[in-house]
Structure formats: structure tokens, C-alpha cells
């Protein structure tokens, strides 16, 4: 079992480097076509940033780091606090500030669309720009305060501290969506009311700034589902890894769903791309940019 485990990690290191380059690119592509989009609003664009630049960080950073933890151990036997002790803090302060920055930054991201559908007009007045980047610094200060804390405190008391930060994030980012997806629905039966009264005229403004703005409140939803997706089988495998520490096949699923976790940094920027008319049209436009430059290169 254990030789399977080592020959699985072969393909497992080939996706990582595709994923590094996927996601390093992608995300360095997004966070240009962000900042060249005005028609994006600037808080929830503080917002996106921050979490496009954790998800740049983990496929600079992320990937390679695990690339190397693959090749170091293939069997995941050895522990790194004892076999590898330099790597495993390099390895444990990089890998988790940009963990947590993504839990946080989607926990963010959920709470501002919220507020944005609930508070309509007194939004603007209560969440301004200079508010939102004062919280996205605490985010990341917080962020890289975490790995500190719990290097601290003994592993046990560590990975509970954890667990109830991932568990609470989860949960509250779930709840706020759910009520942002009923929000929503509720929406676009008054849009199809408005739409069909015969005073459309007087209605358009109203039907243009609730469609605009829902159509920003389902960016929300498509990355919490995505980063459920890839971030709770990780969870999960490391939970069922900790009642039963020597079985091979747990070790390999773990494997793959770290790999799995990692994939949610290059489908953010897909996401974003897919629901942000403005930030798709930056980036054709740079396209188009870069393919009339080209002949003049050539010449």
C-alpha cells in the first residue's frame, strides 16, 4: 500500500506545477483587469483584490511549497517538525497566512454583500471605501498573527483553535449567503413586477441598480460554493486522518484533496472573469492590445 501511496504522489506533483502556473497567472491577470475596471465599486473591489492576491500567493508560493513536501516525504510518513524542522516553518507560516486570508477574505466578501442588500441606501454612508481597507489590512495582520498564536500553544490546544476559526467561517459565511440567495430570489420577482407594470419608464432606474446589484450578491455565492467545495474534503480527510493515523489510503486522499483545496486559487479568477462584465472586458481589451502590438514587434 505504501509503494502505491509513493507512485501516487508522481501525478499529484505534475498537477501542482500546472496548477502553480495556472494560478500564479490567472491571478496576476485578475488583479490587473480589477484595478482597470472602474465600473467595479470600490469596496467590494478592495475586497476582490485581497482575495485574488491570497490566491496569487499560493500559486507563487503554495504550490511549490507543497511540490516540495511531496518530494521530501511521497508516503507523508515523516514528520516535519523533527525530520524537516526548517522546512516545516517555512512550509507552516507561508501555507497558513494564505489559508487564512482566504477563509477570512470569503467571510468578508459574504459580510459586504449582505450589508449591501439589506442597508440599500444607508450601504454607502456605513461601509466606505477607506472602511473596508482598514478591515482587509486586519484581515491579513490577523491572518499572519494565527500560524504566531498557535505556534504557541500545544498542538492539541492548536489544531482545535483552528478548527473552530475554519468551522465558524464555514458556518457564518454559509448562513450569510443563504440569506443573500433568499434576498435575491425575492428581488427578481419585484424586477419581473417592475418590468411588467406599464410604467416602465419610472421603474428602469430601480430595475437597473437591482439587477446590477445581484448581479454582483451571485459572485458571492458561486466562490463560497466553490471554496466549500475545495476547502471542507481537505477538512475532512485531515479530521478522519487524526482517528486513524496509519492507514495509507487516508494519507493519499488527503494527498490530492490539499491539491484539491489549492485548485479553488486558479477558478477563482474564472469566477470573477464570468460574473464581472467590466473585469471581462479589461481583460479582452488587453488581449486585443497585445495581439496588435505584436505584429509591430515583429516588424
Given at each position: ?56 500567493g ?34 507552516k ?67 482545535v ?6 468551522v ?53 455565492i ?55 462584465r467590466g ?21
Open positions: 500500500m505504501e509503494a502505491a501511496l509513493y507512485w501516487s504522489t508522481i501525478p499529484n506533483i505534475v498537477v501542482n506545477a500546472v496548477l502553480c502556473f495556472t494560478a500564479s497567472t490567472l491571478n496576476g491577470v485578475t488583479i490587473y483587469a480589477l484595478r482597470k475596471t472602474p465600473s467595479v465599486p470600490k469596496p467590494l473591489k478592495a475586497l476582490l483584490l485581497s482575495l485574488a492576491v491570497s490566491d496569487l499560493v500559486g507563487i508560493l503554495g504550490h511549490p511549497l507543497y511540490i516540495t513536501r511531496l518530494a521530501l516525504d511521497p508516503r507523508l510518513q515523516a514528520d516535519l517538525r523533527t525530520s524537516f524542522p526548517t522546512f516545516h516553518m517555512v512550509y507560516f507561508v501555507i497558513n497566512p494564505f489559508a487564512c486570508a482566504s477563509f477570512f477574505g470569503v467571510l468578508s466578501l459574504s459580510l459586504d454583500r449582505f450589508l449591501a442588500i439589506h442597508l440599500h441606501l444607508r450601504y454607502q454612508e456605513l461601509v466606505t471605501y477607506q472602511r473596508v481597507v482598514t478591515a482587509v489590512i486586519s484581515v491579513w495582520v490577523l491572518s499572519g498573527l494565527i500560524p504566531l498564536i498557535s505556534q504557541q500553544i500545544p498542538i492539541h490546544i492548536a489544531y483553535f483552528l478548527a473552530v476559526i475554519a465558524s467561517c464555514f458556518v457564518v459565511s454559509g448562513v450569510l449567503n443563504s440569506m443573500i440567495y433568499a434576498t435575491v430570489r425575492r428581488h427578481a420577482h419585484q424586477i419581473h413586477s417592475l418590468q411588467v407594470q406599464p410604467t416602465v419608464q419610472e421603474n428602469a432606474p430601480n430595475v437597473t441598480n437591482a439587477s446590477r446589484l445581484r448581479k454582483s450578491t451571485f459572485i458571492t458561486h466562490v463560497y460554493v466553490l471554496f466549500l467545495v475545495c476547502y471542507l474534503p481537505c477538512f475532512c480527510a485531515l479530521g478522519f486522518i487524526r482517528f486513524y493515523p496509519r492507514l495509507a489510503i487516508l494519507k493519499a486522499v488527503y494527498q490530492y484533496t490539499v491539491t484539491l483545496l489549492f485548485l479553488n486559487s486558479s477558478l477563482n479568477p474564472l469566477i470573477y472573469c464570468w460574473k464581472l473585469v471581462r472586458q479589461t481583460i479582452m481589451n488587453m488581449h486585443a492590445a497585445k495581439r496588435t502590438f505584436q505584429p509591430k514587434l515583429k516588424l
